[in-house]
């Protein structure tokens, strides 16, 4: 099993998070947020990554710091229960649409962080959560994990529909890239025979 747990601790923040790769999508995520709660619990069930995650931060401040470190202290324990990443799919893309919305995303686990963000919203804030912190989670998980990670809204309306289709498409890219492939169980996908590092 594919298991790891990080504590993340500043003076803003502190985070812990257990992750399973394995797991069957099942999840308890409190952070202080209650729209970044409902966010990461898709990312749980659509990718079949047990989550749980605790996180206490000084939203009277605002959001940002908890949002971030949420996003950090996840993507480390991804990268950390991925491990050597011996015998995984790697990649992985999705379309989701959500009525009006359609977003794809397509990510690499190769162990270079790289980030592609292409997501306009209409509104400031959904609930008490301010749009522009989503660019940050996401861009916090793909350099935590070691992603390239390509998010692009094709089209949309609703500012919900389109967020939550980032996070849903991230989600089912994961599951297809954390995949063990049975022929290659043993070896590292790349012709380097290790991931990370220069290009």
Same mark, same amino acid.
């Given at each position: 099993?594919?298991? =790891?747990?990080?504590? @993340?601790? /500043?003076?803003?923040? +502190? ?6 790769? &394995? ?14 709660? *409902?966010?990461?619990? +898709?990312?749980? @069930? $659509?990718?079949?990554?047990?989550? %749980?995650? @605790? =996180? +206490?931060?000084?939203? *009277?401040? &605002?959001?940002? $710091? /908890? %949002?971030? &470190?949420?996003?950090? =202290?996840?993507?480390? !324990?991804?990268?950390? !229960? ?6 995984? %799919? #790697?990649?992985?893309? !999705?379309?989701?649409?959500? &009525?009006?919305?359609?977003? #794809? ?29 989503? #660019?940050?989670?996401? +861009?916090?998980? !793909? ?6 990670? $390509? ?8 500012? $919900? ?9 991230? =989600? ?18 790349? /012709? ?8």
């Amino acid at each position: 099993m594919r298991v =790891a747990s990080v504590e @993340r601790k /500043t003076k803003e923040t +502190q985070v812990s998070v257990t992750v399973n790769l &394995d797991g069957a999508g099942k999840y308890d995520v409190s952070t202080g947020i209650g729209f970044l709660d *409902h966010m990461i619990e +898709q990312l749980s @069930r $659509h990718s079949l990554i047990d989550i %749980t995650l @605790r =996180a +206490q931060g000084d939203l *009277h401040i &605002d959001y940002h $710091h /908890t %949002t971030e &470190d949420t996003g950090i =202290a996840i993507g480390e !324990a991804f990268a950390k !229960a991925l491990g050597e990443r011996k015998g995984i %799919t #790697r990649y992985g893309h !999705a379309y989701i649409p959500m &009525d009006e919305t359609l977003t #794809r995303v397509a990510l690499d686990l190769s162990g270079r962080p790289y980030f592609i963000w292409k997501v306009d919203f209409t509104k400031p804030k959904l609930g008490e959560m301010d749009t522009e912190l989503f #660019r940050e989670w996401f +861009q916090a998980f !793909a350099f935590a994990t070691g992603t390239t990670l $390509h998010v692009e809204n094709l089209y949309g309306v609703n500012n $919900h529909h389109i967020v939550e289709s980032c996070y849903k498409g991230l =989600a089912r890219a994961l599951r297809t890239a954390i995949d063990i492939d049975p022929r290659k169980r043993d070896e590292v996908p790349s /012709t380097k025979g290790t991931l990370g590092g220069s290009l």
